[in-house]
């Protein structure tokens, strides 16, 4: 486990007195082993701009494995869309990936979905909407296009679009 944490280390800026790269090394170390969410968090907010996919790919694999971390279901189909796609988390290149993959990215994806995890919700509505990497299906992407209205969060934005759901791809 000692060499996947120092993976991705890069001598950088310092945040607060330290060098970034230990910090994210200490977020790194508190999410695999004690189950932070909250340093998982900010380690992905940190890792964002370094597009280190693999880091987080693996950061997060442990994160749901062994804790079921919400974040880290979206987080695993996000880093292999951008993984196999050049760094670009576009959906509907989902179509790149590789069979295999494409099934176990959208398995994280639907376990997300189906813990009503928001941002697994919106992705999978829009695969199924426009068929990425597999066929169109509209009961679904309404079933779940139902759920995101009924948001508290996001309600309002999905029932003004209901008649151009096309809208909604605008958001990630």
């Known amino acids: 486990m000692a060499l996947l944490i120092f993976v991705s280390c890069k001598k950088t800026k310092t945040v607060d007195e330290k060098p970034r790269c230990e910090v994210i ?35 997060s694999l442990v994160m749901n494995q062994k804790y079921k971390t919400e974040k880290s279901f979206y987080q695993i189909f996000r880093a292999m869309l951008a993984i196999k796609n050049e760094g670009i988390y576009e959906l509907k290149k989902i179509e790149n990936l590789s069979q295999a993959d494409r099934n176990y990215a959208l398995h994280y994806l639907t376990e997300g979905a189906k813990l009503n995890i928001v941002n697994c919700q919106v992705a999978l509505e829009k695969v199924y909407r426009n068929g990425y990497g597999a066929k169109i299906e509209f009961n679904k992407s309404d079933s779940i296009y139902k759920i995101l209205e009924n948001n508290k969060a996001i309600g309002d934005f999905y029932r003004s679009n209901r008649e151009n759901k096309n809208n909604v791809d605008e958001i990630n």
Do not use: H, M, P
């Open 25 to 59: 090394q200490e977020l790194k170390i508190q999410a695999v082993t004690k189950g932070d969410e909250s340093a998982y968090g900010t380690y992905l907010d940190f890792t964002s701009q370094d597009r280190n996919y693999y880091d987080v790919l693996t950061i």
